[in-house]
DNA sequence: TTCATACTTAAGCCAGTACTTAAGTGTCTG
DNA sequence: CAGACACTTAAGTACTGGCTTAAGTATGAA
């Protein structure tokens, strides 16, 4: 009986775990990919722990074409989870899973590159920085810009050779501010990807910063996400 | 926030410390010695996991003379272990911590051998498998009952130098029925108390069992406690 | 049919943590 | 006061279990 119970524990003692019953804690559905963005875990680990979760019944999976959808199975698990909560100690920065650091509204593509919130400080970091500059109704990179976009894995003279338009404001509507599209922000939004530092969603815009992106957006925009 | 949840899983998730917690469910407060007897764990193990209770606040400890006892500090800690209890798939089997195996009636010293269902028990295996023979009103050990003896670490020889009566039947009052009373009944204790079957508890004549003790009980015995 | 995506499974490496042995502190008993 | 007892702390060992790399299946798109 009291091993049973050490082993349920156990099964929610696991910081990936945990973060996939949190997320999963305002009762929607989310595919693997999704759970494993939230819990900041490779595809290949979020699948371990998933299939862990639902032998021990705490998640069910209905599969849609080639996605998986996860949820709780039951509401206990559910009430479980919040019991837990309880004990933490200082309850005072307790919040509800809360869209606003996962939403559209924070971290999206838009045509082919980053727009959000994150998209928004990003332009705003690089001319604070002097990386680029602001003329008329469009962005050049400046010498030390170069350098940088260099270092960062981005070569700004090929993207000039390319027919579209380099870079210039593109208004953000959820903002109100501006981010960068063209050439130039379809190549950060690129380089991101490929890096890890951001990954895209099933169908939908929203975009999902890694906990490896966090940091290096800090160390090198000094962004805070 | 996850993470914390995590932690506070993770502390419930060892076996000996959810033993721990199962055994303080009733409320009442028990000593480290009880409490790594209720787990069967050694008393510096079971003390380090009642420190790391204590320090997350799931325990409060009151120091009595030598003893220091242990309970929730809070009733929320009750609740987080029922809600996890919840989601136990079966849960046919679920029982409330209960006395009947731990209590006084079930295992206890009597003067300075063993008694309860335990004493009785002991004493009807042993005559059931020819080792002890009752003759008027006390016992006497066979042949084979002297090499058993031997091999469990008990010289019968030197037992009966002693000036006190070698071994007599001692009705129980909890069981009415016997157990062995006398040098060969401290004796058969101080080899289980020597050999961690057994262990005393604090001012109390109860006796609790180990896992150890339980395993070796049915295999020289068959008794199953 | 070929490629990309979504997800799972297998195998080996690595780290955190429980448990053991050993030693130390404080308390009660004779 | 000596000795037993209740409990804690420290140090070293061992093992469970998570994470990575690598490979495989199935679906959907081109």
Redesign the interface.
Known sequence: ???????????????V???I???LLDGRAYTATELALFADASPQNASIHLSKLVKA??LEVATQGRHRYYRFSNQ??A???????????DKK???KPADEKHGIKYCRTCYDHLAGKVGVLINEALITKGITVQSENNYRVSDAGVEWFLRMGIDVDLLKDERRFFAKPCLDWSERRYHIAGALGAAILQRMLLLDWVRKTKNSRTVLITNKGKNELYENLGIEV
């Open positions: 009986m009291e091993l049973q119970i050490a082993d349920i524990a156990t099964l929610i003692g696991e910081p775990r945990a973060k019953l949190w997320a019944d705490f206990n698990v009430y479980a989870i919040e019991a837990l909560a309880n004990l933490i100690p920065a307790v919040s």
